[in-house]
């Protein structure tokens, strides 16, 4: 009897779910990366299906000049592009924060599948994008559609830092903890996506006339924020190196004169 008791509560054991038990770093980013490349390539495979003219087409309206048909489809050719670029970078933060990740626990498995349901919908943020007239009220609404797709991926993506960092002598790298130079740095370029993709969904809300030119330029500038970014934090925070070491100096001048003083001195 004591011994069927014991297996029982060890079977119990063995099946009850802890959020921060450990869970394989490999198969997630296989996973990940699988979802990353299905994506990917439903965007290609939508634009050959609906974006490509028809040869009568290009005789008779285009008289056989098949570049002004092209030019025909520029907007949803960009906004394919635009899509294309938006779940690279994705995957690239993907890809550096689990670089930095030395083990993943089942809360940040699950956080990564919330994360790509919401990579899955970008082929439907593209299609909204380029399904409707320009400046109408359905084009503005699929715009903020697209936004909030691209924040809630990526704001899962920070979700598994911010994770990783509750247990990070465990979890990350000791040169990705609190306080390295590799840690500003991924904490600034996980906060882009979410920040710039939150301001434009808020900018298309006032600004309801220029939604489409807010959308597209910010699926152009972040690329080049991405570049950029790596040098501003190297700036800052050499800056902030600087100021630190500089009120260290003076601290450590005040107590030369002060024990350079004698006891008479220092009393008055």
Not at 15 to 44: C, H, M, N, Q
Not at 115 to 123: E, K, Q, T, V
Not at 140 to 154: L, R
Request: glycine residues 4%; hydrophobic residues 45%.
């Amino acid at each position: 009897g004591q011994r069927d008791e014991e297996e029982e509560h060890h079977s119990l054991e063995t099946f009850t779910f802890y959020l921060s038990e450990p869970l394989s770093k490999e198969r997630v980013e296989a996973f990940s990366d699988g979802v990353y490349a299905i994506v990917a390539t439903l965007l290609i495979l939508d634009i050959c299906e609906d974006n490509v003219p028809d040869p009568r087409e290009v005789e008779e309206k285009f008289h056989g000049s098949l570049l002004e048909a092209l030019s025909e489809y520029g907007p949803n050719y960009l906004a394919y592009f635009g899509s294309f670029v938006t779940i690279g970078l994705l995957w690239f933060v993907h890809h550096s924060l689990f670089l930095y990740v030395t083990k993943a626990t089942r809360l940040m498995g699950l956080l990564n599948i919330l994360s790509l349901a919401f990579i899955g919908g970008l082929p439907l943020a593209y299609q909204l994008t380029s399904e409707f007239a320009e400046k109408s009220h359905n084009e503005i609404e699929a715009i903020q559609v697209s936004c909030v797709i691209t924040f809630f991926a990526s704001i899962f993506q920070f979700a598994i830092w911010t994770t990783a960092l509750l247990h990070e002598r465990e979890t990350l790298h000791a040169f990705a903890r609190y306080g390295g130079k590799e840690h500003a740095f991924m904490f600034a370029k996980l906060a882009l996506y979410p920040c710039v993709s939150l301001g434009a969904f808020f900018l298309t809300c006032v600004l309801s006339e220029f939604s489409t030119a807010i959308f597209h330029l910010m699926q152009i500038v972040i690329p080049f924020a991405f570049l950029a970014l790596r040098i501003f934090v190297r700036i800052s925070l050499t800056v902030i190196k600087s100021l630190m070491s500089l009120s260290r100096r003076k601290t450590v001048l005040l107590e030369e004169e002060e024990a350079c003083l004698s006891p008479t001195e220092t009393l008055s």
